[in-house]
């Protein structure tokens, strides 16, 4: 399930006005159906149609985040391709595990009307399913670390998480995804350290470049952020 969350990543909600032909998919997988132009919450429709996808059947009620708390098998800790169920609040929403790093899950799903990796808290995580036959993998050690990066504005209420390394390779084949990872995410450590202005944002890119899990979506994040600190 969780290579076609991330086939689908960037996909829009809307097209001008008009409900994008990829969410009324979505919508479709958990019977869902709409006028032109309003939406109810997708995120729960949007695993649905990643469960289907894959020769799944997705619970009853899917559009509904709570209906994913029974679906398949528990699990004890986030693994990638899991299920996750999130509160905040009264709200809830579900997605699916990509990686988890310093007690942060990265989640896949639809997040602000586009299905994209948002980063939360464990703690917020309330359910986490194994997809019926699924044979989950616990992820591999990781080899960041995290840091405090302290920031003087008046603006910014608390200390920010950014992501560092304890070693980054001198060089990065063309197939080391991890390498280029830890060479991005150190290279945004060091920027942010030398401009705390910029820890905000370039904790964000970090964030980005930690939960991909191509090379296209590191470059992506290593290109924005050194964009990014080129103009401030």
């Keep these: 399930m969780l290579a076609r969350a991330l086939s689908a990543q960037g996909t829009i909600e809307h097209d001008g006005r008009s409900i994008t032909p990829q969410v009324r998919d979505y919508l479709a997988a958990s019977g869902l159906r709409v006028g032109e132009t309003a939406i109810p919450y997708w995120g729960g429709a949007f695993v649905a149609w990643c469960a289907?996808?894959?020769?799944?059947?997705?619970?009853?009620?899917?559009?509904?985040?709570?209906?994913?708390?029974?679906?398949?098998?528990?699990?004890?800790?986030?693994?990638?391709?899991?299920?996750?169920?999130?509160?905040?609040?009264?709200?809830?929403?579900?997605?699916?595990?990509?990686?988890?790093s310093a007690g942060r899950a990265y989640i896949i799903g639809a997040h602000s009307g586009i299905v994209s990796i948002r980063r939360v808290d464990e703690d917020k995580i309330i359910s986490l399913r194994r997809p019926p036959g699924a044979v989950l993998q616990p992820q591999q050690p990781s080899q960041t670390v995290d840091i405090r990066v302290s920031v003087d504005?008046?603006?910014?209420?608390?200390?920010?998480?950014?992501?560092?390394?304890?070693?980054?390779?001198?060089?990065v084949g063309v197939d080391d995804i991890e390498g280029l990872r830890l060479a991005a995410v150190a290279a945004m450590?060091?920027?942010?350290?030398?401009?705390?202005?910029?820890?905000?944002?370039?904790a964000e890119l970090a964030a980005l470049a930690t939960a991909a899990s191509t090379r296209d979506g590191i470059e992506r994040a290593r290109d924005e952020a050194l964009a990014y600190v080129a103009q401030t």
């Design 153 to 171: 504005r008046s603006d910014v209420q608390d200390v920010i998480d950014l992501p560092s390394v304890s070693s980054v390779p001198v060089s």
């Design 189 to 202: 450590a060091a920027a942010a350290d030398a401009n705390p202005s910029s820890v905000p944002r370039l």
């Design 52 to 100: 289907i996808q894959t020769g799944r059947v997705p619970p009853v009620g899917s559009a509904n985040p709570t209906a994913w708390e029974s679906w398949g098998d528990p699990m004890g800790e986030p693994i990638p391709d899991c299920v996750a169920v999130i509160a905040e609040g009264i709200k809830r929403h579900v997605g699916i595990i990509v990686r988890r």
